[in-house]
């Protein structure tokens, strides 16, 4: 009998292309995610370094400094906000992907089971016809003319 052949194998082939770039695409949006929070975490430090810097300086600064620094840590804030913002989204892109990523194995598991499914039964095929054509050899055997030696040859 011939080689198993999944008839599905093309859909199966492009559903685990799907899965394996859905699972870049997961990779790669996570990869985002880390670094809009390193940096955002570096604004955070900067704007932590700022206002220790101006409570260290404390009364010695002159009011044009005072405003300087209030302003460099409202720009620090701003920073931050909108750096939340991004970090927010990119949270969300990767959250997406990773139910695209999911939906991808998904199919890709289905049709692999699927295949699983069809190999066993080509096998179950192929040891039933293996079964009866000997079965059908041992039918032909016995239908065969039986020739009957006299008594003095069997000892």
């Known amino acids: 009998m011939g080689r198993f052949h999944f008839r599905l194998q093309p859909l199966l ?4 292309r799907e899965e394996s770039e859905a699972h870049a695409a997961l990779l790669a949006a996570a990869r985002t995610r880390a670094r809009e929070r390193e940096r955002a975490a570096e604004l955070r430090a900067e704007r932590a370094r700022v206002a220790r810097r101006f409570t260290s300086a404390g009364a010695n600064l002159e009011p044009g400094a005072i405003r300087e620094l209030f302003t460099h840590l409202d720009l620090l804030a701003a920073g931050i906000a909108r750096q939340d913002t991004i970090e927010e989204r990119a949270c969300d892109r990767e959250a ?12 890709h598991r289905r049709l692999m089971m699927l295949r699983e499914r069809a190999h066993a039964a080509y096998v179950a095929d192929v040891e ?9 050899a041992n039918a032909s055997n016995r239908n065969a003319p039986v020739i009957l030696l006299p008594s003095s040859f069997h000892n």
């Open 128 to 136: 039933c016809r293996e079964e009866r054509a000997l079965d059908d």
């Open 13 to 16: 082939d492009r559903r685990e």
């Open 96 to 107: 997406a992907s990773r139910a695209t990523w999911a939906a991808a194995r998904r199919e």
